[in-house]
């Protein structure tokens, strides 16, 4: 590493009955993450966060966003197409008001269920440069033709903790109204 390369803190709390955090998502943003990460087995994919939070500091995952048509997927690599994404964020945020508050990406099948220290150090300085408290990053599995997925959230003092789902039922209304129109 140079010298100006910014490193995390601390490591990544990894024991889920220990995590005080909690981040809420539709069960429809759920299934989508899991098809996006079901259809590429063997190679990463990723995508973009969208939502809000609540008074007390809960993300609300409201919308997600998968794959642009030109993203690069490889073997231990995913880079968004950031013309899709530009578009789809401008578009989210001018309709629905939402903020772009994380990323995901799957780590397939190799097993990583955790960030990666390249996830951690590219968040972390990503968070640095939009001048960021916190930002989440989803890490998904996929494994015997089934899917995982684990949220993180990490905060601009280096720190990276594993939270809890809260699964709200049915289709997230920005997605039904979204994808209806666009």
């Known amino acids: 590493f140079k010298k100006n390369v910014f490193r995390p803190k601390s490591t990544i709390d990894t024991s889920t009955q220990n995590s005080s955090g909690k981040v809420i998502i539709y069960k429809s943003e759920l299934e989508?993450?899991?098809?996006c990460i079901l259809e590429y087995p063997n190679i990463e994919t990723g995508g973009n966060i969208f939502g809000l939070s609540t008074p007390f500091g809960i993300p609300i995952i409201y919308y997600v966003v998968g794959p642009g048509p030109n993203a690069i997927h490889n073997v231990t690599h995913f880079r968004q197409d950031f013309d899709f994404l530009e578009k789809n964020a401008d578009l989210l945020v001018e309709e629905h008001?939402?903020?772009h508050i994380g990323s995901w990406h799957s780590?397939?099948?190799l097993g990583l269920?955790?960030?990666s220290q390249g996830d951690s150090v590219s968040?972390?300085?990503g968070m640095r440069e939009c001048h960021l408290n916190s930002f989440l990053l989803i890490i998904g599995n996929c494994r015997n033709g089934?899917?995982?997925v684990r949220p993180y959230r990490y905060y601009s003092?280096?720190?990276c903790e594993l939270l809890r789902w809260v699964i709200l039922p049915?289709?997230?209304p920005i997605r039904s109204i979204y994808d209806n129109i666009h």
């Open 32 to 35: 989508y993450l899991s098809r």
């Open 97 to 99: 008001a939402l903020h």
């Open 107 to 109: 780590h397939h099948s």
């Open 113 to 115: 269920t955790q960030p």
């Open 123 to 125: 968040t972390l300085e």
């Open 146 to 148: 089934k899917s995982s």
């Open 157 to 159: 003092d280096g720190r």
């Open 170 to 172: 049915d289709v997230s």
